[in-house]
């Protein structure tokens, strides 16, 4: 027996459709005789006039261009630069802040249950006003040298005169009357001491931005110590983040008086901090990262500290060398860990893990390689950290399986 033919839609077809769910990346999932189509601007449950903007072999992409039957959770967008011609930094901000979160614990449980055939349940939790959170942000200018943000799915520099999820103290909508360079990137930082920097590099090619304002290290108070971030190195963008994450893998981790801890992919030292005080000078800490921008800032972070050591290298191939630990903590990239280097943390038996994503995919995914390596997902949380976008935070704790 054949299978029905899929319907063939083209760029700039127009057609109707009814909004079914959403899907991870922040899109929204309809169909059309069979055609699956991911859909910008949507809200479960609408029925909505779209117009496809490409075309694939497994799905195709489209604009909401007009909305019949509106969600109640549809709301006018605060800034007046969200809509599909605008900029395509906030693709969530036509939704309600409550129903945002709702579909983001949506998209957590799907991906565990499609990716990990684990059923999860946990909410995405409020951290703040889902406005004025940003402490980090890269703009480009357009050929005459107007600030702005990227299309959504564009190379089309769309200019601002302000962007509300990027804190006041940052000064933006000032930055923005500035006549720059033509397209160039331009790098933007704030510390929590009010410190603030910029650098610029060209948008084609992979040369570094050059601090061209403000200092080139960064000061940012994290309960109390005060950690130097250099302009190159990672730290989180929402203004709460390091506050709150900390708080949340130190609960998790339980970590004691003594204990032997792996800060992995360890940044500058943002949980090594907290975790100081807590393994005492008879425990160590062992922080592994392959930023060198990053470890040079952690050198320097824990220059005074005895008990921790601070290693410059690719992960997966620093691990293999522990041979202990009684606790591993990791805040990897996007991509998340993979399946080598969870290999080599079952291999040296920590009596707790706690994994810090930014992708729920990745951590579903690492989740069941946890399990078949004998860790079970035990707890997780779920925080909001990036209001009016589609990304999530989750923070979750790993045990040993116990044999009955």
């Known amino acids: 027996m054949t299978s029905p033919k899929k319907t063939r839609v083209a760029v700039g077809d127009v057609l109707e459709v ?14 059309h005789d069979g055609a699956v189509i991911f859909i910008r601007h949507a809200i479960p449950g609408e029925r909505c006039r779209i117009e496809i903007t490409s075309i694939g072999s497994s799905f195709n992409r489209a604009e909401v261009i007009e909305v019949l039957e509106k969600s109640p959770d549809r709301v006018l967008p605060p800034c007046s630069y969200s809509h599909r011609a605008g900029c395509g930094g906030c693709d969530f901000q036509h939704i309600s802040i409550s129903r945002q979160r709702q579909l983001k614990t949506e998209v957590i449980t799907e991906q565990f249950a499609r990716i990990a055939k684990m059923n999860v349940i946990v909410e995405v939790e409020e951290i703040d006003q889902p406005l004025r959170w940003r402490t980090r942000a890269i703009a480009t200018t357009d050929r005459n040298g107007k600030l702005g943000f990227y299309g959504s799915r564009s190379h089309s520099v769309i200019p601002i005169s302000d962007c509300l999820t990027i804190v006041e103290e940052m000064a933006l909508k000032e930055l923005t009357t500035k006549i720059w360079k033509s397209d160039v990137r331009v790098e933007i930082a704030i510390s929590n001491t009010g410190e603030r920097n910029i650098s610029l590099a060209p948008t084609r090619g992979s040369e570094k931005a050059r601090l061209t304002e403000g200092p080139q290290i960064l000061h940012q108070v994290v309960g109390d110590r005060t950690l130097e971030v250099s302009n190159e190195s990672f730290w989180q ?39 100081i005080p807590h393994v005492g000078l008879s425990g160590l800490i062992e922080l592994f990262e392959g930023s060198k ?7 320097r972070n824990f220059s005074d500290n005895i008990n921790v050591k601070v290693i410059t290298g690719d992960v997966t191939k620093l691990i293999p060398r522990v041979t202990v630990a009684d606790v591993v903590i990791l805040d990897p990239p996007r991509e998340g860990a993979g399946k080598n280097v969870l290999i080599e943390i079952a291999r040296i038996k920590p009596r ?50 116990k044999v009955s």
């Open 18 to 31: 009814e909004i079914e769910k959403i899907a991870h990346g922040g899109h929204f999932i309809a169909r």
């Open 237 to 275: 963008s929402h203004k709460r983040a390091p506050e709150l994450l900390t708080r949340v893998v130190l609960d998790f981790a339980e970590v004691k008086e003594g204990d032997h801890v792996l800060d992995l992919y360890g940044g500058v030292g943002l949980f090594t901090s907290a975790l």
């Open 293 to 299: 921008s990053a470890t040079s800032d952690a050198f």
């Open 352 to 401: 707790a893990v706690v994994y810090v994503a930014c992708d729920p995919a990745a951590l579903a995914r690492d989740s069941a390689y946890f399990l078949e390596l004998g860790y079970s997902l035990v707890k997780i949380r779920a925080f909001d950290l990036f209001p009016m976008t589609h990304h999530i935070e989750c923070v979750a704790l790993y045990l040993p399986v």
